[in-house]
């Protein structure tokens, strides 16, 4: 079996995605997710270009030694766009290998390792009682686990709350992304938000009970000692984890936050490769690893550093925004199910135009997600539905501080 085309596909039903899809000289085909959020028509370029040429005529069951020729014969590694092409390619041909097989891909990487995933929810507002019925609201959808986003006094707008102007508000079709030639530019106060949000949780934890698994993400935002500080004053509030306290770059930082805190640590949805993340695992720095398939080179190596993490207690909480295409979503799902060291699974459901376009056949039931038993991914692309939606540009919003800095979102 050769590959005898490699096309990419960019579409955009409620926001932008980039698929790649092979076919075999047999009629088989496999699709992968490129998506590099607001950045999505650097990937498309990439592979169109510089990756797509060079996979005519191989083998497609080959997956390892394409995914080490492309990592390793192009000389530039690792970045953002060099990997989500790659992982584009090995999503691919895993679902040609798992549609051959006739199997779904969890049975090729080692079988079922339980009944399905557990996964957690999204709730934010502007004050408690928005929170409080976001939170209900996501029970409601089975959801067991829920992160909590808080707007914070102060802060005129504050990216992962819904409620707010910049996003779209339905909990199906959440975008932080604004479709506009320039991001969106909003304020940020640590002080502000290192005072507001431990109240949150205590609010909560009051409300809910302490069988509720609770999360809060960080979004880099806090130098080591402020994230050191947040993570000791959310112990008595039992969190299921902290997420990106600190910007992710300096690995240094998580030994100091490690040093004030027992928070349980979450990191690594903007990590690349094992080469970002391995000094964290084996220092036992983090909890959690929160890379995702369509941002880390594919399913080959994120089952390869899961299986590394297990050495030492560390578990997966895979990134499962609305950035990733179902298509990659389910690609992490399969690795999910395969892994003993799964920990949870973030879980927000796409939007109605992009389900048409991305025919899916996993199920959510009683909070638990299962990849389905198709053989493959267990999803296809309907072209003809991706043609009707023309890439528009969109950019994620970034903060200032109130002197004019520009500071980390």
């Not at 990487?109 to 929170?131: C, F, K, V």
């Amino acid at each position: 079996m050769k590959i005898t085309e490699a096309k990419v596909i960019v579409t955009s039903p409620s926001r932008n995605f980039v698929t790649l899809k092979l076919t075999t000289d047999e009629g088989v085909t496999g699709i992968g997710d490129a998506t590099l959020n607001g950045r999505e028509l650097a990937v498309a370029t990439y592979l169109s270009d510089h990756v797509a040429p060079l996979l005519i005529d191989r083998d497609p069951a080959n997956i390892e030694d394409t995914w080490q020729f492309l990592y390793r014969s192009g000389y530039w590694r690792r970045g953002p766009v060099t990997m989500a092409a790659i992982a584009a390619v090995d999503m691919a041909l895993w679902d040609i290998k798992g549609k051959v097989a006739g199997m779904p891909v969890y049975q090729l990487l080692g079988g079922a390792s339980r009944r399905g995933l557990s996964t957690y929810g999204h709730a934010s507002g502007r004050d408690t009682e928005e929170i409080f019925d976001s939170i209900r609201s996501e029970q409601e959808h089975g959801y067991t686990a829920i992160r909590v986003q808080s707007s914070v006094p102060g802060i005129t707008a504050l990216y992962g709350v819904a409620a707010q102007p910049q996003a779209s508000g339905e909990r199906s079709d959440y975008q932080p992304a604004q479709r506009a030639a320039l991001p969106a530019e909003e304020d940020w106060d640590t002080r502000a938000y290192l005072r507001h949000i431990p109240s949150v949780f205590e609010a909560v934890r009051n409300e809910f009970g302490p069988e509720l698994s609770l999360l809060h993400d960080g979004h880099h935002r806090m130098t080591p000692i402020q994230a050191a500080k947040l993570g000791k004053s959310l112990e008595p509030y039992d969190l299921f984890w902290l997420e990106d306290c600190t910007p992710a770059e300096n690995q240094e930082a998580l030994r100091l936050v490690r040093q004030h805190t027992t928070q349980p640590l979450a990191i690594g949805k903007v990590f690349n490769t094992i080469w970002d993340i391995k000094d964290l695992i084996s220092e036992q720095l983090i909890d959690y690893v929160r890379c995702a398939s369509t941002h880390f080179g594919g399913i080959s190596p994120l089952k390869k550093v899961m299986d590394y993490a297990a050495m030492y207690q560390v578990k997966s909480g895979f990134h499962g925004s609305t950035d990733v295409s179902p298509v990659g979503f389910a690609a992490q799902l399969h690795v999910g199910m395969a892994i003993h060291n799964f920990g949870l699974q973030e879980y927000m459901p796409h939007s109605e135009k992009a389900s048409q376009v991305f025919r899916q056949h996993m199920t959510f039931e009683n909070g638990l997600l299962h990849p389905s038993d198709t053989p493959g991914l267990g999803v296809e692309i309907n072209e003809d539905e991706a043609e009707k939606y023309e890439y528009t540009t969109a950019h994620l919003p970034y903060n200032r501080l109130t002197d004019g800095t520009v500071h980390d979102r």
